[in-house]
């Protein structure tokens, strides 16, 4: 099987996950600029999401680049990603509505902590099919920032019971190491493709 479907599916999905988060931002009322103060926790929690969805994107993106052909252990392990994914409108609408109290917030770690476990386990179902010598096995390498960001999902989980805004301090520092699309494969992939590095 070819990518093209795959990528095809999983933008789609992303596309409706953004539209139902954006959905969730519900108008103020009253005219006044004052009337968007209790909005503020919810339009935040909306932004920091979109920035973690667009950084799932963009390096989902990345990652099929590197893929040749389709495996159906890929498919399985891109489907849990897109699982998790998918619960960003809830937990994202729970946590703004809120206030990021301790409960929804710590429940928003968890939900990215297994997203980030989710790509993790896709990018060894691709590598498992393409092989170690593949491009994505030689583009991750050690992957500092892939291992040290689960690690911080579980930190803020715990400070999010303890000082809610030190966990939502881990979570947009975890969202600006990411910001930055990871352009490592896609060196390997123009190198590959005859375009140089």
């Avoid at 996950?17 to 103060?37: C, D, F, N, Q, Y």
């Amino acid at each position: 099987m070819g990518k093209g479907r795959l990528e095809a599916f999983s933008d789609g999905v992303i596309a409706i996950i953004i539209t139902i988060m954006v959905l969730e931002l519900k108008v103020p009322r009253g005219a006044h600029p004052s009337a968007l103060a209790p909005l503020l926790p919810v339009f935040f929690s909306y932004v920091l999401s979109f920035v973690y969805v667009g950084i799932y994107w963009n390096n989902h993106h990345h990652l099929l680049h590197s893929v040749q052909h389709v495996s159906g252990s890929m498919l399985w392990a891109n489907l849990h990603l897109l699982f998790w994914l998918s619960l960003f409108p809830f937990v994202t609408g729970w946590m703004g509505e809120n206030h990021f109290s301790p409960v929804p917030t710590a429940l928003y770690g968890v939900v990215l902590f297994m997203a980030a476990l989710a790509y993790w386990i896709l990018q060894h179902a691709i590598i498992r099919t393409q092989g170690q010598a593949s491009i994505l096995a030689m583009a991750i390498g050690r992957d500092l920032k892939g291992k040290l960001s689960p690690v911080l999902y579980v930190m803020a989980i715990a400070l999010a019971f303890v000082r809610t805004w030190m966990a939502d301090l881990l979570f947009v520092l975890v969202a600006v190491a990411w910001i930055v699309p990871d352009r490592r494969i896609e060196r390997l992939v123009a190198t590959r493709d005859g375009g140089g590095g």
